[in-house]
C-alpha cells in the first residue's frame, strides 16, 4: 500500500528508531525493502508484516520473521524483527505482536526454531527478546555489521517451537 511505504519511510528516517542500524533508510531503500518483503511473502509464506494498532487502524511500523542467509554459523536461519514508530515504543506493542508471530511460525508454518539478534548496545530490543521467552544463545561479531565498531557486537537469542 502506497501509504504504508510514505509511514514507513518516515520511521526509516527517523535517526532515534535507526540508532543501532549503519544508517537511516532513504525512500529508495525502503521502497526495495517493502519489495523484497513482498517477494519473501510470496516465496515462503511469511515475512516482516506490516502493523497496525487495532483500535484506530495506524500503520505503526513492522514485526514479522524474516530468512536470514549471511554468513555465519547458524544461518541460514528464520529471525523474528521488529521496527515501529519512535512514538508507539513502550506501549508493548513489540512484545505483543513478536508474541503472535511466533505463534504463526510454530503453529501455522510448522517452523522448529526462531532466532532474533541485535546489537549488544539495543537493550530494548534484547528486552522483548528477554519478555518473549527467548534465551541467549552466543555472542557473535555480526559479519555484515564489521564497519561499524559500536554495532558489530551482537548477541543471538533463540527459542524452540513450544
Not at 555465519?72 to 521488529?82: E, H, K, L, Q, R
Request: charged residues 25%; contains cysteine; hydrophobic residues 40%.
Amino acid at each position: 500500500m502506497e501509504s504504508d511505504l510514505l509511514k514507513l519511510a518516515a520511521i526509516n528516517a527517523d535517526p532515534k528508531v535507526m540508532e543501532f542500524f549503519p544508517n537511516i533508510y532513504d525512500f529508495k531503500q525502503t521502497a526495495h525493502f517493502i519489495g523484497r518483503m513482498q517477494k519473501q511473502y510470496a516465496e515462503k509464506g511469511f515475512c516482516y508484516f506490516a502493523v497496525d494498532k487495532l483500535e484506530d487502524n495506524e500503520f505503526i511500523g513492522f514485526i514479522g520473521l524474516s530468512e536470514q542467509t549471511f554468513e555465519s554459523a547458524f544461518t541460514p536461519c528464520i529471525d523474528i524483527g521488529w521496527r515501529l514508530a519512535q512514538k508507539q515504543w513502550n506501549k508493548g506493542y513489540a512484545t505483543e505482536g513478536a508474541n503472535r508471530c511466533l505463534k504463526f511460525a510454530f503453529e501455522e508454518i510448522n517452523l522448529k526454531q526462531v532466532i532474533a539478534i541485535c546489537p549488544v548496545v539495543n537493550q530494548r530490543s534484547e528486552r522483548v527478546m528477554i519478555k518473549l521467552g527467548m534465551i541467549k544463545n552466543r555472542t557473535f561479531k555480526h559479519p555484515l555489521l564489521t564497519d561499524y565498531k559500536t554495532l558489530e557486537a551482537c548477541v543471538l537469542y533463540e527459542i524452540e517451537k513450544r
